[in-house]
């Protein structure tokens, strides 16, 4: 059985030029994207539901506890 990989979240520090697809102090989900990794950038849901990758720099990774992890995914937008 596969062991289930932690989900990774970050807070928006920066929505210069995206005050509508973000939100400054918002947790966000993010979504695995090695190609956009390697670019620099990082891949959420935004405020419009969609995915979108941003500059990396725009968040910082937090980790959260379980039942913090599971009331964040019961109300993600993926």
Do not use: H, W
């Amino acid at each position: 059985m596969k062991k289930k990989e932690p989900s990774q979240f970050v807070v928006c520090l920066d929505n210069k030029g995206y005050p509508a697809s973000l939100e400054l102090g918002k947790i966000y989900l993010t979504i695995p994207d090695k190609e956009a990794q390697a670019e620099g950038l990082i891949r959420i849901v935004d405020e419009s539901g969609e995915d979108y990758a941003f500059d990396a720099e725009r968040f910082y990774p937090i980790n959260v506890p379980a039942v913090v992890e599971e009331a964040l995914l019961k109300t993600s937008r993926l």
